[in-house]
């Protein structure tokens, strides 16, 4: 009945997230048990397992802005970030870990787009989570055989005379794009430049706002 | 240099796409030593493995369906899987 229908629907018509009402799954009663006997043994407090999600999810493509900015406005920086990724982006206070980075420049003839075709590598600690089209399937396969009509897709049209370099991310690296600095901000501060970088041009499927 | 990727189709955790093995590339740089991840998946002790960045062109994996042979795909590949000339 339409009525009902209805009634699932929030004002803006969107469903409303069913109660969580059935019992824990096997593997939910795994995660509680572990985390529970690693408190009480005193490897972890539970405050030190909640700040580590909380540093989790508040990484976000702004970690990566800086660093992108912070190349293009240093040459020095810039020779540094494209010699090892890791260390460069590790003295702006973002450490990759045991993973090494590779920072791939565009250039005028050069335009670099990363994927994992075998599953989802992407570098968290300058971009965040992983988009949902980045896990999928159609982009993981597509952007490997069809790369142009792809990015066609994401609404970035490239000329023949530049050719597209697409990294798959197969095992211990992973990737950023450092676009290009957009025309016409050459007077811009580091802090407005950062605001140009968006997570899909560092992903390589964009290009950073123009002013 | 010159290498291909050796046209193995084993069982398990493998790093190697499907869609490049018997291709052809150009090793594009060394990136170190790391543990192999077809042990390390299970657990078992991983021997540390060299592992280089192999650059593809586009015909060369996709032949006649190429979008522009020029481009380029580069992947991680360890040296176990690489036939050099």
Same mark, same amino acid.
């Given at each position: ?211 | ?24 590339? +150009? ?10 991840? +077809? ?47």
């Amino acid at each position: 009945m339409p009525h009902d229908h209805e009634s699932h629907l929030s004002s803006s018509g969107h469903p409303y997230r069913k109660d969580q009402d059935k019992p824990l799954t096997y593997w939910q009663n795994m995660e509680i048990s572990v985390r529970e006997i690693l408190i009480q043994k005193g490897i972890v407090s539970n405050l030190e397992i909640h700040q580590t999600i909380d540093d989790m999810d508040n990484r976000s493509p702004a970690n990566g802005a800086k660093v992108v900015a912070r190349a293009w406005t240093d040459q020095n920086y810039k020779k540094r970030l494209l010699e090892n990724a890791s260390d460069a982006s590790k003295e702006l206070g973002f450490d990759i870990g045991a993973l090494k980075l590779i920072a791939l420049e565009n250039t005028e003839t050069i335009h670099n787009v990363i994927v994992c075709t075998l599953c989802s590598c992407y570098p968290r600690n300058l971009l965040g989570l992983p988009p949902d089209w980045y896990k999928q399937r159609s982009y993981r396969s597509r952007i490997v055989k069809f790369p142009r009509k792809v990015l066609k897709e994401f609404g970035l049209h490239l000329s023949d005379d530049i050719s597209i370099r697409v990294h798959d991310s197969t095992a211990d690296m992973r990737y950023i794009v450092l676009p290009l600095r957009p025309k016409g901000t050459e007077k811009l501060s580091v802090e407005k430049l950062e605001a140009l970088v968006t997570r899909d041009s560092m992903i390589g499927v964009g290009l950073p706002k123009s002013i | 240099m010159t290498v291909k990727i050796k046209s193995l189709f084993p069982p398990g955790h493998v790093r190697t796409p499907s869609y490049l093995r018997g291709k052809v590339g +150009e090793i594009e740089r060394e990136l170190g030593y790391f543990h192999n991840p +077809e042990q390390l998946a299970y657990d078992l002790p991983a021997q540390k493995i060299k592992l280089y960045r192999v650059r593809f062109t586009m015909s060369e994996i996709w032949g006649e369906e190429v979008e522009c042979a020029s481009d380029t795909i580069d992947a991680e590949i360890y040296e176990h899987w690489i036939e050099k000339d």
